[in-house]
């Protein structure tokens, strides 16, 4: 079951925030958080896990609400290399370990 | 260089045709993954192998079939080629550690079907 990204695209002026979320109707054991430049493949950037404290590296961080199966990614004072097209990606409780992706979420960060 | 090696970057073929593709997973890395990626529907799952066993399928349809190599490189096969099947197509590796760093994506094949 695929997940549900919100927005599907988001446009911000350098120093903006954004949130980007992503629910499941499935029980999800973790999510991931992936950003795709144009034409280049996707580069994790982190990884949530059920049980698990919020995750944050520099101004972009994450949260897992395990009831609700949704998380969002926060990016905060957003610099023009934030620009990309930002996937999550689930895992199911029980499952292979195997990511169901979302459409994505295209941020695009102007001067 | 993410460490996963995909093979060929671009490949221009007919309908009709077979290709395959090639991936080297990140060294030390049990799990590999491919993912189709078109303009309208994302990264969609096809398979998934760890240590050269099938562990999960996705929409993965009957002309294409992978399989996964005791030294632990994988290909793709596509066969019967549609013009539907043009799209970019990924390789990711694993080994989901406690330490892991999520998917390590290849640069991908774009595969082009005239």
């Known amino acids: 079951q695929q997940p549900v990204q919100s927005p599907q695209a988001v446009i911000l002026r350098e120093g903006e925030d954004a949130v980007i979320n992503c629910s499941s109707s499935k029980a999800l054991y973790s999510v991931h958080w992936y950003r795709q430049k144009h034409g280049e493949a996707p580069v994790f950037l982190m990884i949530?896990?059920?049980?698990?404290e919020q995750k944050g590296h520099d101004k972009i961080s994450a949260s897992f609400n395990e009831k609700k199966q949704q998380s969002s990614l926060y990016l905060t004072a957003s610099q023009l290399s934030y620009s990309g097209t930002y996937f999550c990606?689930?895992?199911?409780?029980?499952?292979?370990?195997?990511?169901?992706f979302g459409k994505g979420t295209k941020l695009t960060v102007n001067p | 260089d993410s460490g996963v090696t995909q093979t060929p970057k671009h490949l221009i073929t007919a309908t009709g045709q077979r290709v395959t593709l090639r991936c080297s997973p990140r060294s030390g890395d049990l799990s590999v993954y491919w993912y189709q990626q078109s303009l309208d529907q994302g990264l969609q799952f096809l398979i998934q192998y760890y240590n050269g066993e099938e562990r999960a399928k996705g929409n993965i349809l009957e002309r294409f079939s992978a399989q996964q190599f005791p030294d632990l490189h994988s290909e793709l096969n596509l066969s019967s080629l549609e013009l539907g099947d043009s799209a970019l197509y990924f390789c990711?590796?694993?080994?989901?550690?406690?330490?892991?760093?999520?998917?390590?994506f290849g640069s991908g094949t774009r595969l082009t079907v005239v």
């Open positions: 990711a590796s694993s080994d989901f550690s406690p330490a892991n760093y999520g998917y390590t």
């Open positions: 949530l896990l059920k049980g698990g």
């Open positions: 990606g689930t895992e199911e409780q029980g499952g292979s370990e195997k990511l169901v």
